[in-house]
């Protein structure tokens, strides 16, 4: 899963007027720290006091005591249900559902969801909490519905609009995922996140020039955004640009010093560019941070070839292939090290083994072409 919590966006048409504050009264924030917040929940509603009864739920979710929050709203949902103010439950069950998701009781959130648009049916938070939850539960048509209900009453919502986008890229449906992130940031150009996806979506499909334009928006916008630094090197160095690439890869691995991947793109830029030794020197990272992953141990098998490390070389290449026993790749370059090593029926062996393995890579590379209707999976 992409998140675990969807992108939330509180409606600008969301909801009720909150009743005035009573300065001269107790804070609701020093109730928090008093035995039974429920009885004082209880006590600031019967006062009439329900923006400090909310301030007490807001503060809850905000020190991440969602399931405290939750039990507050749903509190202030029932005296507004007995009181017949449909606006004022309507934004306590919203509240409450995205506790409920907070605290991943995505159950109990689409229950609440359900409620909401019962109160309140044509209240977009009610339809964006249900669409959050069904995301959560992996019902992704029912996600999608429910945004696209939302955006029909509020077609200008950037959360909204990002939030659908993420149903259709989980979909396989990158088209409208783009068109849902195009809207969103052509709305808010300072819409970071909304670049950060699209220029993602655009790398996966070879536009890497429109990719960087839209990454580098995100890198002004949220520079610490997860990720961002990662395809965004990626994104230079699938334009050739790699010592560009390098630089971008250089400050992210710094920043996160335990991730393989763009240990390995790094890498792999070296190479490009034939620094071996700093090729040799991410790889072998790479391998130590992520043992299992076979493409690191195949190209510190080519760093090390190229290097003059012939028996180094092929421990790697034997590593790679025994994590990934249908790739082709790691027999073509093992054939050429067994021939530098003078090995020739060695090399012969591994080129008839490539030759089978490729084949069966191109079968079941044409199955899968053939079961999805040319889509990824």
Known sequence: ???????????????????????????????????????????????????????????????????????????????????????????????????????????????????????????????????????????????????????????????????????????????????????????????????????????????????????EKARQLNPDSDGLLYHLGLAYKALGNDLKAIEILLIHVQKQPDAAAPRITLGDCYLRINEWDKALLQFRRATEIEPNRAKSHYLLAKALIELGRLDEALSSLQRSSSLEPTTEEPHYLMAQVYRRLGQIDEAKAQIELYKVKKGVSRFLRDQEIRDTGGRPR
């Open 1 to 215: 899963m992409m998140v675990t919590r969807p992108y939330l966006k509180e409606s600008k048409r969301f909801l009720v007027t909150v009743l005035l504050f009573c300065w001269t009264c107790v804070s609701p924030i020093q109730l928090l720290g008093q035995p039974s917040t429920a009885s004082q929940v209880s006590e600031l509603l019967q006062q009439g006091r329900i923006g400090d009864a909310l301030t007490i739920g807001d503060t809850l979710h905000r020190q991440g005591r969602f399931s405290d929050s939750a039990d507050v709203f749903r509190q202030i949902a029932g005296f507004a249900e007995g009181l017949g103010e449909q606006n004022l439950q309507a934004e306590a069950l919203v509240r409450q559902g995205q506790a409920e998701l907070a605290n991943g009781s995505f159950l109990e959130s689409l229950v609440t969801a359900q409620k909401c648009l019962r109160v309140l049916e044509d209240l977009p938070a009610c339809l964006h909490l249900l669409g959050l939850s069904n995301y959560s539960l992996d019902q992704l048509t029912d996600a999608g519905k429910a945004f696209e209900d939302a955006l029909r009453l509020e077609p200008q919502n950037v959360g909204y609009l990002f939030n659908l986008a993420l149903v259709r890229l989980r979909q396989s449906d990158m088209q409208a995922a783009e068109a849902a992130l195009v809207k969103a940031v052509e709305i808010d150009p300072g819409f970071g996140q909304g670049h950060l996806y699209l220029g993602r979506l655009l790398n996966t499909q070879n536009r890497n020039r429109q990719a960087v334009d839209h990454l």
